[in-house]
C-alpha cells in the first residue's frame, strides 16, 4: 500500500536537515496547473514552486526537450563546447540588452557572479571599488555574498561576519542611494519589483532614477531577475515596461521551468572581467537544464503565453481587488503586484489563510512576513483562476 502524507513527511523528518518546515502534504505528480498529493488529493498551483513552474508542470513540449537531450548528453562540463548553452545564450542576448551570458545553477549563484564581476571589472581597470549599494526588504539568496546582500537581519543573523562593503537604503528611497554611493561604490543591486520582500513595486521613476546615478558615480546597475523575469509581470524581462537597461541582468527560477538553472547576463564589454580561470561552474550551462530552459523562452515568445499571461495577470488583479474591498482594511491592507506576480498584504501573518486554502485545494505562499504571494503558472486558465479567487475569498471572510 502507498505510503500517506504523513508517514512520507515522518520519513524526511528522520533524514533531511531541518532547515525547512515543509507543508503537510506530500506531492507526487503534476499536470497543468495542478498538483496531486501521496494520497490522492489534487490541488490548484497557485505558487508555481516559488514563481518557478513558468509553463505549468510536466509541460509536453518541455517534457519532449528533456526527453530528447536525456538520449544525446547529459553533462560534460565547460572544458568542452555543447550546443544547448549557445542556443539558450542567442534566445537572451536577442531578446535582451545583453550581449554575453554566464550560466550555473541557481539565483543565488547568479547573484554571485554578478556581484564578482562588479568587483573584478573596477579592480581591471585600477579601481578600488568593491562596495554596493542594495536596499532593505531585498531578497538576493542565501550565499555568504548574497546573504550579506539581503536586506533583512534574519537571513543573515548567526552567520557573521558577513562579506563587507555592503550598504542597504530603504526601498524607493533615491536620495538615501545617493549619499550611499562614493567613489568605493562598484554597484546597486536591486530587484525590479521586491519579491520575497513582499511584493514591493518600485516607486514611478525609481529604477530610472537609480540608472541616473550609477551613470553619475561611475558604479554598475545590476538587476535581480531572478523572480520577476522570464514571464512574470507579463513582460520577459520585467524592466522592460520601466524602459531602464542595467549592466548586469540575473536569472534563475522560471528560466528553466523547474529544472535548476541561473544566469548572468551582461554586455560583452564587462563580459571581459571573467577571464578563464577566474569563475567557474561544474553544472553550468548542463546540457540538459539549457535544452529545456531554451524551449521556455520560445514557448513563452511564440506560443502566445506572454500576452496571455499579462491578461490573465490582470484578472487576478481585479479579482484580488475585489476581494480587498470585500474584506476591508481589517482583513486585507492593500493589494500589490503585476503580472502574475501578486501579494495580499493581511493584517495578521497569513499561516492560517495558507493552511485553510490547502485544506480547500489551493495552494497559496507567503512573502515577506505578512503578505499572501500568489505566483501561478503563467499557463493558468481564465477558470482557474476563478476558482482560486473563489476559494481565497472563502477563506479570507471566514478566517481573516
Ligand atoms: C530576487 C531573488 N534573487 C535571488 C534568489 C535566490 O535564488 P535561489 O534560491 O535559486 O538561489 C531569489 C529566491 O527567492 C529571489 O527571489
Known sequence: MSMTNAQIAERGSTVLVGNYAPQPIALVRGEGCWLFDAEGNRFLDLMGGIATAVLGHAHPRLRAALEEQASRLWHVSNLYTTEPQIDLAERLTSHSFAEAVYFCNSGAEANEAA?????????????????IVAFEGAFHGRTLFTVSATGTPAYWEGFEPLVPGFHHAP?????????????RTAAILVEPIQGEGGIRLPPPGFLEGLRDLANE?????IFD??????????SLFAHEQDDVTPDIMTLAKALGGGIPIGAMCTTRE???ALVPGTHASTFGGNPLACAVATVVIDELLEGGILDHAKAMGERLGLGLAAIAAEAGPDRVLETRGRGLLRGLALAKPPGAIIDACRERGVLVISAGGDVLRLAPPLVISAEEIDHGLAVLREVLLECG
Open 115 to 131: 556581484l564578482k564581476l562588479a568587483r573584478r571589472h573596477h579592480r581591471d581597470h585600477d579601481r578600488d571599488r568593491f562596495e
Open 171 to 183: 526601498w524607493g528611497d533615491l536620495d538615501a542611494v545617493r549619499t550611499l554611493l562614493c567613489e
Open 217 to 221: 558615480n561611475g558604479c554598475l546597475l
Open 225 to 234: 531577475e531572478v523572480q520577476v523575469g522570464i514571464g512574470r509581470t507579463g
Open 270 to 272: 564587462l563580459s571581459a
